[in-house]
């Protein structure tokens, strides 16, 4: 009687993990664009017991994020002919553009389906290590800095330490245009198609460059090029300096764009952190009435965008102390905070002057989408 409950119970278990759902690899050219850290697409997985009309849609961590305290990120860089330190705290998270994006395409070729359940992709082993971009392209991997770590939302340090010729080659090549990254590369199962039986295993490869902080955030960069000089702080003579990939909080936009600041925007009074939950919802469920965002009157956001060059022209060559260039310096500081505080929709402009050049007083309100 054992026996035969002991080979029903492994009966069921082996059924239980035939129907097991597993991610699958619909078209060959992902697996590529996986493993690819420069990739500007996020491959979707199905599930390989996709019926009716719900889904499960898998997707990867494919961005690493800095770590950010009180606004400024976890990010030290020091360096001299004679050695290098680098350090930063970095977490795991997901390109959201780039899955909704796919999100979207898939949608489009497949109308049948009702839901859409998202569902990420967990490493099974993975690590963290820092690698140098050269201008021509070519990348020079530092194993001493690799990190194991399978928990994506874990805040990890990643640090690098150089001494001698490598510190000296390192500084170098920063000089010549050669970009710092920190890469993370984890591996996961999947079925290449539904009608396999094995998994494959399958890698994500994603990176993030750190050379744009340097402008952004200067007192965390300290070099020294002469022997027995002083540090100085900022970016290395000639060294190229990226774009942030990350979006930026009003507190880094203060510090980066002083004059967006002054007179003191009254977004920091009113904002608040995101949350992570309903962001999740939304990008599930994009056409609920709580994720729909008020639409921007008189020709939309584009409109706005193209009369800005025009009024940046007048306002600093024509007519730089008129009424109107006064209302437009507001504009532009107002729209400029509530373009990069996801809770603003709304934003208003006041000024009120004794008549200038015979205009009354203006006040002005623009939905912000």
């Known amino acids: 009687m054992k026996l035969i409950k002991l080979i029903l119970l492994g009966a069921m278990l082996v059924f239980s993990m035939a129907i097991l759902a597993v991610p699958v690899l619909q078209n060959p050219l992902d697996k590529e664009t996986l493993s690819n850290p420069d990739a500007e697409k996020t491959p979707l997985l199905t599930d390989s017991t996709m019926t009716g009309k719900v889904t499960t849609l898998y997707y990867p961590w494919n961005a690493i994020k800095i770590l950010h305290k009180k606004g400024t990120p976890k990010i030290s860089f020091t360096a001299s002919p004679k050695g290098v330190?680098?350090?930063?705290?970095?977490?795991?998270?997901?390109?959201?553009?780039?899955?909704?994006?796919?999100?979207?395409?898939?949608?489009?070729?497949?109308?049948?389906?009702?839901?859409?359940?998202?569902?990420?992709?967990?490493?099974?082993?993975?690590?963290?290590?820092?690698?140098?971009?050269?201008?021509?392209?070519?990348?020079?991997?530092?194993?001493?800095?690799?990190?194991?770590?399978?928990?994506?939302?874990?805040?990890?340090?990643?640090?690098?330490?150089?001494?001698?010729?490598?510190?000296?080659?390192?500084?170098?090549?920063?000089?010549?245009?050669?970009?710092m990254e920190i890469h993370y590369q984890y591996q996961f199962s999947a079925l290449i198609n539904a009608q396999n039986t094995h998994t494959q295993p399958v890698q994500v490869h994603s990176k993030i460059e750190l050379n744009g902080y340097c402008d952004a955030f200067p007192r965390h960069f300290n070099y020294q090029l002469l022997k027995g000089g002083q540090f100085e702080q900022g970016c290395l003579p000639d060294m190229e300096v990226t774009n942030l990939s990350e979006r930026l909080t009003h507190q880094q936009i203060c510090e980066i764009l002083p004059e967006f600041c002054k007179p003191a925007p009254t977004m920091a009074s009113r904002e608040k952190p995101e949350k992570s939950s309903d962001a999740e919802y939304c990008l599930m469920f994009p056409d609920d009435i709580k994720c729909q965002k008020p639409k921007m009157a008189k020709g939309g956001i584009s409109s706005f965008y193209k009369d800005i060059e025009t009024m940046k022209e007048i306002c600093e060559t024509d007519e730089p102390n008129s009424s109107k260039c006064v209302m437009w310096k507001k504009i532009e500081t107002e729209f400029a905070s509530c373009f990069f505080n996801p809770e603003c929709h709304t934003f208003n402009i006041s000024i009120s002057e004794e008549k200038i050049n015979g205009e009354e007083d203006i006040n002005s309100e623009i939905d912000q989408q």
Do not use: C
Not at 153 to 169: D, H, P, Y
């Open 85 to 179: 330190m680098v350090t930063a705290t970095v977490f795991l998270d997901v390109h959201r553009q780039q899955l909704r994006e796919s999100l979207d395409d898939f949608k489009e070729t497949h109308t049948d389906w009702q839901q859409v359940n998202l569902v990420p992709i967990h490493p099974e082993k993975g690590e963290y290590s820092f690698a140098l971009r050269a201008a021509s392209g070519k990348r020079h991997y530092f194993p001493n800095s690799t990190v194991d770590n399978t928990i994506p939302k874990n805040q990890v340090v990643v640090s690098l330490s150089l001494a001698g010729t490598e510190a000296n080659g390192f500084v170098d090549a920063l000089m010549k245009g050669a970009v």
